[in-house]
């Protein structure tokens, strides 16, 4: 079957595929990152998400939107990073009962807009607010994994300290980086170490202005986390004089399942769909 | 209260109806003129289906419905879509 496309040509309408589960890691208490070997995987790009849909035996179906965390020179290989929402449909299932050698019903990769090329450039400012770091992470990967140089800075923001998805790997890459540029700071909302010197407070304005680019710099943003908080950063950068048309924002709802996934965003309905 | 998402959220659905990555295309409002990315759209999703709002004046621009074997596209708030050749779903 031909599954690629060639430019100028359309492509393929998305279907349902298995993905094998290859590996699973836990990244905090409540998010496990969940790694599939995917059959004809067509590759991604750095912000795309797939689909997951679960068929209970009775047919009952639930689908739901989870980012890619993996870079795409990882293909055939995707890492998808899941938090845990207690009274969740979907992702109770992918972090506590999922196993390796299991199968799961997936889609993708989706997406064509809150995506990050090399040659997109910079500098690049990246801002999350929890799992909203995972398509994040896949820009900062796949910068790192192809050694581009666009100067990159990430604000995330966590609850606690043990709350922070990728700590260690953050710190790892930021020390690699050496002086081709990448910044992490981070911000606690809820509470802080002792000796804490990040930020401890929500996102607002005058944080972001210490840390955004200056403006003739033209600087490429991406937004990832809960509405409210991707509301209040988006305009908080058009207040400082970003320019819109280079905001990109992905959204996902507190109260949905998908929201607490490092989702791009609730997939339309458990049951609605029939899918194939 | 509806939860707002971002168009690009409708790009699992729209891939089933498109072969194209549609979040990419560019949809024109009729209630304001403005011109955007699907996936900047302002999204709604439930059971009944998918809204897709214009972020600039939140005209409903696309609503999706799929029931009974059939999806159901109201595009009355679009005046043009636009999609780029480039626009495929493989890369």
């Not at chain 1, 081709?180 to 304005?205: C, N």
Request: glycine content about 12%; some cysteine.
């Amino acid at each position: 079957m031909e599954r690629r496309a060639l430019p100028g040509r359309l492509g393929e309408r998305l279907v349902w595929q298995l993905g094998d589960v290859l590996a699973t890691r836990e990244e905090t208490p409540r998010a496990k990152s969940i790694t599939l070997a995917v059959p004809n995987w067509r590759g991604h790009r750095a912000g795309q998400h797939v689909d997951i849909r679960l068929t209970a035996e009775d047919g009952y179906q639930a689908e739901r939107s989870y980012s890619i965390a993996s870079p795409p020179v990882e293909a055939p290989h995707i890492t998808l990073t899941v938090e845990r929402l207690d009274d969740g449909e979907v992702s109770p299932y992918l972090v506590d009962e999922l196993r390796v050698g299991d199968k799961l019903e997936l889609r993708g990769p989706i997406g064509g807009y809150f995506v990050w090329e090399a040659n997109s450039g910079g500098p690049l400012l990246l801002v999350a607010g929890g799992s909203g770091i995972v398509p994040l992470m896949a820009m900062i990967r796949q910068r790192a994994a192809v050694g581009s140089n666009a100067p990159t800075r990430l604000l995330y923001s966590s609850r606690t300290f043990e709350e922070i998805i990728y700590r260690e790997e953050l710190e790892q890459l930021v020390t690699n980086s050496g002086s081709t540029g990448l910044e992490v700071k981070h911000t606690l909302t809820r509470a802080q170490p002792v000796g804490w010197t990040g930020y401890h407070r929500r996102i607002d304005g005058e944080m972001l202005r210490e840390v955004a680019w200056p403006l003739e710099e033209r600087p490429l943003s991406f937004i990832c986390g809960p509405t409210p908080f991707v509301e209040t950063a988006a305009a908080s950068l058009v207040g400082l004089g970003y320019e819109p048309a280079r905001i990109k924002t992905e959204r996902f709802g507190p109260t949905g399942e998908s929201g607490a996934s490092g989702a791009s965003g609730a997939s339309a309905v458990p049951g609605g769909h029939d899918g194939e | 209260m509806e939860n707002k998402l971002d168009g690009n959220a409708a790009g699992g659905v729209l891939g089933e109806i498109f072969p194209f990555e549609m979040t990419a295309a560019q949809i024109t409002c009729v209630g304001c003129g403005a011109t955007n990315a699907i996936g900047a759209l302002a999204a709604y999703m439930h059971g009944m289906g998918t809204v897709l709002r214009c972020p600039a004046c939140d005209h409903v621009l696309i609503r999706i419905v799929h029931a009974n074997g059939r999806y159901f596209l109201d595009m009355r708030g679009a005046r043009v879509l636009q999609i780029s050749e480039e626009t495929v779903q493989a890369q």
